[in-house]
Nanobody, 124 residues
Framework: QVQLVESGGGLVQAGGSLRLSCAAS????????MGWFRQAPGKEREFVAG????????YYTDSVKGRFSVSRDNNKNTAYLQMNSLKPEDTAVYYC?????????????????WGQGTQVTVSS
């Protein structure tokens, strides 16, 4: 069992930055790959970024490449999503999740445990 708690969301103007955190408790955090997803009203949950257990590999959806950066600190049991140059279309609830055994990083069904989400709103 793993518990995940996201924080760091809020309201920001277009072009601004936010840093999301995902604090984990329960089983050994360092054994999990992690993913960040987002869901806007009326839309499906979509993959944003992922990071393997050692942080040696990262993955991003095309729309955030060059603007977002995923990282983790296994000593603090925390994953991060640094979001720069934010756009109104980035507005969504952002979730972190632990990746299971599925090979596809980009679909929610590959992830086992989810946080409650944190709202990010980008104004134009």
């Amino acid at each position: 069992q793993v518990q995940l708690v996201e924080s760091g969301g809020g309201l920001v103007q277009a072009g601004g930055s936010l840093r999301l955190s995902c604090a984990a408790s329960g089983r050994t955090f360092s054994s999990y790959a992690m993913g960040w997803f987002r869901q806007a009203p009326g839309k499906e949950r979509e993959f944003v970024a992922g990071i393997n257990w050692s942080a040696s590999s990262t993955y991003y959806t095309d729309s955030v490449k060059g603007r977002f950066s995923v990282s983790r600190d296994n000593n603090k049991n925390t994953a991060y999503l640094q979001m720069n140059s934010l756009k109104p279309e980035d507005t969504a609830v952002y979730y972190c999740a632990t990746k299971g055994l599925g090979s596809n990083w980009y679909v929610p069904r590959s992830y086992d445990y989810w946080g409650q989400g944190t709202q990010v709103t980008v104004s134009s």
